[in-house]
């Protein structure tokens, strides 16, 4: 037995509010760059769902700014941490070198790539330069009072650099190595948020919250002109060039892309998202990049709701946008169609997403979604549940990709969400809640222990509860549940349970890691106990279509593939999501498993082999 990574479906871009993302491309304009979580995303432009993690951090990242070359990515986090690395395979660390005592809030690299500027939020200085494959010192960022928010280098020699910070100022360096050269105040009324030179070395541009774009010679610093009085009404978050020098792009708070003529100082195009007149929070345009190398002249921005906007000059709509999580996926689950190429995910923020297995596409599902973490999905007849921590059941139509029908409140919190013979179970802290057709048809309620967990098939119902017992129900036409065994085996809490496609097995996880097998014929009679090479909590298992092999994935971040036949036989995946797996699932027709987790990616993995 092996299993593979096919692909890593890659989480969003995590954005903050009022505070700039920044976006990076490489030189040939074919791959897009950022951070998310604690992780990098390098990601295909022309087909997102081909993309490479890199997991070196330790801390959140938050910038990540390809080389000139294209062959290294230099990438900061909230530590104060810059690590640089290859970006073909996202794997080989060239060095790790630490700058100041804060967040890393933009990076910088020269035109010959080999010096690197970071700059953020320090105690003693606020940004250093450093050579990209030693880290030795090639000389220093001054004449900031407060956090320095962006950086660039000039892309020729002589070598300039500017800075911009909540101080409300631009500082321009001479190197190498860098050294203050002169300090522009008084021209921005705001914190300046971001700082660009041309292509072409000539012009320095700087906008910031107070909408104002100031231009700048690019080889004195001297302060040129002031464009675009009253275009954009919220803050400027980021700039961009064309290569040609002779336009750039630019991101703001009002929902808006703007695209500037240089010469003449005009805006030629602007982009609105969020529909026309009113004002959508999640539409704030916090990040623009224009990739240099392309034919199509394509410009990429950034939502503050995680979503990648492609933009083209003339088209006055987004020609794709591209949407996943932002946030750590906490629930994972398959269409009800039963051939595994739709999965559903749910976040931690209440964001629910579709996927499309083969194509690794994802659409956010329209509709009220949760306003909490997602608990769990379950799907049946066209139509899939999820239950969440606003202590709802909500039902989404799968054709049409929207939430539908009523939303159901529960009685207290759900740990749970199980479906069968067009019944709907929803384990609480307090019992069962059944729905049909939408409506409550009827409840056990269970003092002794909490339930912690549900699973369903055909007319047999398992529960898994607070004091390590797992108990079988059996529902008869009434809606009413008759418990027909229990088991006592587990040491800890049963946090994860799933029955095999005909009902005949249960495979029950516990918080320890350890995961029992039984059968359901006359009560519970354990199988196998021998699954036991998780050491977190185990969070999801699935069954494939023919029972003979469960895949289970745990917060020790690891998914397992077990054998019923030789459960001694089992393949892992290591590290498979940072901050631990929460979900898994069998797709492609069995071939294949997907598993999400902490790191709000979902990945592929080809199993082969089974024994």
């Given at each position: 037995m092996s299993i593979t990574i096919e692909k890593i479906l890659a989480a969003s871009s995590v954005t903050a509010r009022g505070q700039p993302t920044q976006l990076s491309t490489d030189p040939k304009g074919e791959r897009i760059a950022y951070a998310s979580g604690k992780s990098i995303f390098v990601r295909s432009i022309d087909d997102p769902s081909d993309s490479k993690q890199y997991t070196g951090h330790t801390a959140q990242t938050t910038v990540a700014k390809f080389s000139p070359s294209g062959f290294y990515i230099a990438s900061g986090d909230v530590s104060g941490s810059v690590r640089v690395w290859d970006s073909i395979e996202a794997v080989n660390t060239k060095g790790e070198y630490h700058i100041i005592s804060g967040r890393i809030n933009d990076i910088a690299w020269d035109g010959d790539s080999q010096r690197i500027i970071a700059v953020g939020d320090g105690r003693e200085r606020f940004g250093h330069a450093i050579t990209a494959d030693s880290g030795n010192s090639v000389g220093e960022v001054s004449g900031h009072s407060k956090v320095i928010n962006a950086v660039a280098i000039r892309p020729l020699r002589p070598l300039r650099a500017a800075t911009v910070s909540d101080d409300m100022a631009m500082c321009?360096?001479?190197?190498?190595?860098?050294?203050?050269?002169?300090?522009?105040t008084g021209l921005h009324k705001g914190f300046v948020l971001g700082t660009a030179f041309s292509p072409d070395g000539n012009t320095l541009v700087t906008v910031g919250a107070d909408k104002?774009?100031?231009?700048?010679?690019?080889?004195?610093?001297?302060?040129?002109?002031?464009?675009?009085?009253?275009?954009?009404?919220?803050?400027?978050?980021?700039?961009?060039w064309s290569k040609d020098s002779k336009k750039f792009v630019?991101?703001?708070?009002?929902?808006?892309?703007?695209?500037?003529?240089?010469?003449?100082?005009?805006?030629?195009?602007?982009?609105?998202?969020?529909?026309?007149?009113?004002?959508?929070?999640?539409?704030?345009?916090?990040?623009?990049?224009w990739p240099h190398g392309r034919s199509d002249g394509l410009i990429i921005s950034l939502s503050l709701g995680g979503d990648l906007?492609?933009?083209?000059?003339?088209?006055?709509?987004?020609?794709?946008?591209?949407?996943?999580?932002n946030k750590s996926i906490t629930a994972l689950g398959v269409g009800s169609d039963g051939k595994g190429q739709t999965l559903w995910t749910g976040s931690f923020d209440g964001r629910v997403c579709n996927w499309d297995v083969t194509s690794g596409v994802g659409t956010v599902v329209d509709g009220q979604s949760h306003t909490n973490q997602v608990t769990e999905f379950t799907s049946g007849d066209g139509r899939a549940y999820s239950v969440g921590w606003d202590d709802t059941l909500r039902i989404v139509d799968e054709s049409a990709n929207t939430f539908a029908g009523e939303t159901q409140k529960l009685s207290s919190q759900p740990k749970g969400v199980a479906s069968a013979d067009g019944r709907v179970y929803v384990a609480t802290i307090e019992g069962v809640e059944i729905y049909i057709k939408d409506q409550l048809a009827g409840k056990l309620d269970t003092p002794d222990s909490q339930p912690t967990s549900i699973a369903a098939q055909g007319p047999l119902v398992a529960v898994g509860f607070s004091n390590n017992a797992v108990r079988l129900y059996k529902v008869d036409s009434g809606n009413k549940l008759t418990q027909s065994g229990e088991a006592k085996d587990s040491t800890a809490h049963i946090s994860a349970l799933a029955f095999s496609k005909d009902g005949s097995l249960l495979a029950a996880g516990n918080t320890a890691g350890k995961i029992c097998v039984y059968k359901t014929g006359g009560g519970l009679e354990l199988v196998s106990n021998r699954w036991s090479a998780h050491t977190g909590r185990v969070t999801s298992i699935a069954w494939n279509e023919a029972g003979t092999h469960a895949v289970s994935g745990a917060l020790d971040t690891n998914v397992f593939v077990w054998s019923l036949a030789k459960p001694g036989s089992r393949v892992k995946a290591l590290n498979a999501h940072k901050d631990g797996v929460n979900g898994v699932a069998w797709v492609d027709g069995g071939k294949k498993v997907a598993s999400t987790g902490g790191d709000a990616s979902i990945k592929i993995w080809n199993v082969a082999d089974l024994q």
């Open positions: 321009f360096l001479h190197g190498a190595p860098f050294k203050f050269n002169s300090k522009s104002r774009i100031q231009l700048y010679d690019g080889k004195t610093g001297e302060p040129t002109k002031s464009i675009g009085e009253g275009e954009h009404t919220g803050s400027i978050f980021a700039v961009s630019t991101a703001s708070a009002d929902q808006t892309v703007k695209l500037w003529d240089v010469e003449t100082g005009k805006v030629t195009q602007t982009w609105r998202f969020g529909g026309e007149g009113g004002v959508s929070v999640p539409d704030q345009q916090v990040g623009v990049v906007n492609y933009l083209v000059e003339g088209n006055p709509n987004p020609i794709k946008v591209v949407q996943g999580h």
